[in-house]
């Protein structure tokens, strides 16, 4: 842990990140510590946020609107990507850390700082992908981790923070530990940490139960330009804009709930209950539409290098070479996936029922029609048969001259 003058701090306006401030200055002779808190559409007062840092004793509070580059940069590649960390999770919480840590690097080099520094634990994720992105942006600059290191309980931050003038939480905490972004939320900790437990519908807030969704199926069109979502039932709407309305839509007909046990980059499993109603329905349609506009061979390539890529990000390598590299094969896999996915929305399903594109999709009616204007060459499957089989039936002589 290297000492430093001044610090950018990554800033939530909770317990661990306010003691953070006193605790930089106090016990890590840190001399200056400004705060930084991202909104990335989870709705919170960031006014509040931005002045209790001030109380905490910041010499500065920057607050960044964040929420477009958040889904032009971050959310739509990993829809063109199809991102489901191991297959399930669209990384709605991952994706978020590369951006607050460039935005953090940005501000250290604005101001003069030595260092940045967050309030991630030493068993998260998080810890990892932000130490790795300020690594890799800017090397020189220093990362403090108080929470990592102090080796105090909550109830002993609490106490640490009362006794430097931040007052303790007012009501009684829950005890689950929460995410939140544009993109989904994640719900952890408490009783959720027995993955045998199930979760209580309390913890829910963008999404129905299917008890509650409505009995009435639900049909939304999904148009994309490029591997892009772009439009909703034929309207065009800005990439926030369209975020948000798919999170109306596919929440209030309770799909987008995951519980899964997932393997964190430390090497632990941890069950984690996500919220993602809008990015698992657009990862959906955007699927389905690849299936139609991309040719057999390199659609199988690309569903390889998906799971590669949501490993990375996952992983905390957004900046990373490989990651990089990859982003060149999706972004030209991209050029030809136009057109729309229809999906009908019922009781926390989503289900496919239509998908056309008018300029490049490589299904031929005339090749694939059993009807009277067929085109194929049935006679051509003989020698085709022929030729493809040839090696197992060789093998398949051989062994049966073996004794």
Same mark, same amino acid.
């Given at each position: 842990?290297?000492?430093?003058?001044?610090?950018?701090?990554?800033?939530?306006?909770?317990?661990?990140?306010?003691?953070?401030?006193?605790?930089?200055?106090? @016990?890590?002779?840190?001399?200056?510590?400004? +705060? =930084?808190?991202?909104?990335?559409?989870?709705?919170?007062?960031? @006014?509040?946020?931005?002045?209790?840092?001030?109380?905490?004793?910041?010499?500065?509070?920057?607050?960044?609107?964040?929420?477009?580059?958040?889904?032009?940069?971050?959310?739509?590649?990993?829809?063109?990507?199809?991102?489901?960390?191991?297959?399930?999770?669209?990384?709605?919480?991952?994706?978020?850390?590369?951006?607050?840590?460039?935005?953090? #690097?940005?501000?250290?080099?604005?101001?003069?700082?030595?260092?940045?520094?967050?309030?991630? +634990?030493?068993?998260?994720?998080?810890? &990892?992908?932000?130490?790795?992105?300020?690594?890799?942006?800017?090397?020189?600059?220093?990362?403090?981790?108080?929470?990592?290191?102090?080796?105090?309980?909550?109830?002993?931050?609490?106490?640490?923070?009362?006794?430097?003038?931040?007052?303790? *939480?007012?009501?009684?905490?829950?005890?689950?530990?929460?995410?939140?972004?544009?993109?989904?939320?994640?719900?952890?900790?408490?009783?959720?940490?027995?993955?045998?437990?199930?979760?209580?519908?309390?913890?829910?807030?963008?999404?129905?139960? #299917? @008890?509650?969704?409505?009995?009435?199926?639900?049909?939304?069109?999904?148009?994309?330009?490029?591997?892009? *979502?772009?439009?909703?039932?034929?309207?065009?709407?800005?990439?926030?804009?369209?975020?948000?309305?798919?999170?109306?839509?596919?929440?209030?007909?309770?799909?987008?709930?995951?519980?899964?046990?997932?393997?964190?980059?430390?090497?632990?499993?941890?069950?984690?209950?996500?919220?993602?109603?809008?990015l698992l329905l657009l990862i959906k349609a955007h699927q389905e539409l690849e299936s139609l506009t991309l040719a057999a061979d390199v659609l199988r390539t690309k569903r390889q290098l998906e799971q590669q890529w949501a490993d990375l990000v996952y992983q905390g390598?957004?900046?990373?070479?490989?990651?990089?590299?990859?982003?060149?094969?999706?972004?030209? !896999?991209?050029?030809? &996936?136009?057109? !729309? #996915?229809?999906?009908?929305?019922?009781?926390?399903?989503? +289900?496919?029922?239509?998908?056309?594109?008018?300029?490049?999709?490589? =299904?031929?009616?005339?090749?694939?029609?059993?009807?009277?204007?067929?085109? =194929?060459?049935?006679?051509?499957?003989?020698?085709?048969?022929? #030729?493809?089989?040839?090696? !197992?039936?060789?093998?398949?002589?051989?062994?049966?001259?073996? *004794?």
């Amino acid at each position: 842990m290297g000492r430093a003058k001044k610090a950018v701090l990554a800033y939530s306006g909770g317990v661990d990140t306010s003691v953070c401030i006193p605790y930089l200055k106090q @016990e890590w002779g840190v001399e200056e510590v400004i +705060t =930084f808190a991202a909104d990335l559409g989870q709705g919170d007062e960031l @006014e509040a946020i931005r002045q209790k840092a001030l109380d905490s004793g910041a010499s500065q509070s920057i607050v960044g609107d964040l929420i477009e580059p958040f889904i032009t940069e971050f959310a739509f590649p990993a829809i063109r990507a199809n991102a489901l960390y191991e297959g399930r999770y669209p990384l709605s919480t991952a994706l978020a850390r590369p951006l607050i840590a460039r935005r953090l #690097v940005e501000i250290a080099r604005e101001v003069g700082a030595d260092a940045v520094a967050h309030g991630c +634990t030493g068993k998260g994720n998080d810890q &990892v992908r932000f130490d790795v992105a300020i690594g890799a942006l800017a090397p020189d600059l220093k990362v403090l981790t108080p929470a990592r290191e102090w080796g105090m309980s909550r109830e002993q931050t609490i106490a640490y923070g009362e006794r430097c003038g931040i007052p303790s *939480p007012v009501s009684k905490k829950s005890p689950y530990s929460i995410d939140l972004n544009l993109l989904g939320r994640s719900i952890e900790a408490g009783p959720l940490e027995d993955p045998n437990v199930e979760p209580p519908e309390e913890i829910y807030a963008m999404t129905v139960s #299917v @008890e509650a969704a409505p009995d009435q199926a639900q049909s939304v069109e999904i148009g994309f330009e490029q591997g892009n *979502p772009v439009s909703i039932d034929g309207l065009r709407l800005d990439p926030v804009s369209l975020i948000r309305q798919a999170n109306a839509l596919a929440g209030s007909h309770g799909f987008g709930r995951l519980d899964m046990v997932e393997n964190r980059v430390v090497g632990i499993k941890s069950r984690e209950i996500y919220e993602t109603p809008g990015l698992l329905l657009l990862i959906k349609a955007h699927q389905e539409l690849e299936s139609l506009t991309l040719a057999a061979d390199v659609l199988r390539t690309k569903r390889q290098l998906e799971q590669q890529w949501a490993d990375l990000v996952y992983q905390g390598l957004w900046y990373g070479p490989l990651k990089d590299a990859l982003d060149g094969f999706m972004d030209r !896999t991209q050029q030809t &996936v136009n057109g !729309t #996915v229809r999906l009908k929305l019922h009781k926390g399903n989503a +289900t496919v029922v239509g998908r056309s594109s008018a300029s490049h999709s490589l =299904f031929v009616h005339d090749m694939a029609t059993y009807g009277a204007e067929d085109q =194929f060459d049935h006679k051509a499957a003989e020698g085709f048969i022929y #030729v493809w089989g040839l090696p !197992t039936r060789l093998w398949a002589a051989n062994q049966r001259r073996r *004794p």
